[in-house]
């Protein structure tokens, strides 16, 4: 099993310019999620999906959309990159079912995507 | 202000001394999580405590959950180069509904 694999790793972006981050897991799992870390503010979560097919926002979504293409990919969406948006972004899932489920489902995360917007 | 304090924000300790690692919040935490990264990579599950007083251990790394359920410690026993890394806590908040809050991290290193 590959887990919670993302692409592409490094990517560098013109203020303006749009890309899409991919997230797929091979876990099966039902919860996805995309994070992203940035020096002292730590992991802060953008948009989750707790199932197939639904999407919620997390706790910094502006400028940015998401899709849950399946229950194995979860994809983030930049429409217009801003300098702001340069951080790491980790994509994790976990087997929490619907956004009440009790926390006790570990999230396993990917490599991480580093973006530069210049 | 951070809703998941850890501290210390670095810890530079000698191969074999030992240290810890805490992560204070004033919610009851629910499912708090340790996490490891390596420089560069992404985050590696250590472990995670649910109830009150729980302590669990993995190799020289031992978590433990307060009674009260607002603060957690990671305690690791005669450091090795192969802990050195940026420590993470998460958790589930009181009223965030299955969302984790994760702390700023703890940058460990270890010197020979």
């Known amino acids: 099993n590959a887990g919670v694999t993302q692409t592409p790793k490094f990517q560098v972006l013109k203020t303006g310019q749009s890309m899409t981050l991919q997230c797929a897991q091979d876990?099966?799992?039902?919860?996805m999620y995309w994070y992203r870390q940035d020096p002292g503010m730590g992991l802060r979560l953008i948009y989750y999906?707790?199932?197939?097919?639904?999407?919620d926002k997390g706790e910094v979504p502006n400028g940015y959309n998401v899709s849950r293409l399946n229950k194995r990919e979860f994809s983030l969406r930049l429409e217009s990159a801003a300098p702001s948006q340069t951080s790491v972004y980790f994509c994790a899932s976990s087997e929490a079912l619907g956004p009440l489920a009790p926390s006790t489902d570990t999230q396993y995360f990917g490599p991480g995507t580093r973006l530069t917007v210049l | 202000s951070q809703e998941l304090e850890q501290s210390p924000q670095s810890l530079i300790v000698q191969e074999g001394k030992n240290l810890t690692i805490n992560c204070t919040s004033s919610?009851?935490?629910?499912?708090l999580y340790w996490y490891k990264q390596k420089y560069g990579e992404g985050l590696i599950f250590l472990m995670m405590l649910q109830k009150g007083g729980e302590e669990k251990s993995h190799e020289k790394i031992t978590a433990k959950l307060d009674e009260k359920k607002q603060q957690s410690s990671l305690h690791i026993t005669a450091s090795q180069p192969s802990h050195a890394g940026i420590y993470l806590c998460g958790a589930e908040l009181a009223g965030t509904a299955s969302k984790l809050t994760f702390g700023t991290g703890t940058r460990l290193q270890v010197t020979l």
């Open positions: 919610k009851t935490l629910y499912g």
């Open positions: 999906s707790a199932s197939e097919g639904t999407t």
């Open positions: 876990m099966n799992h039902n919860s």
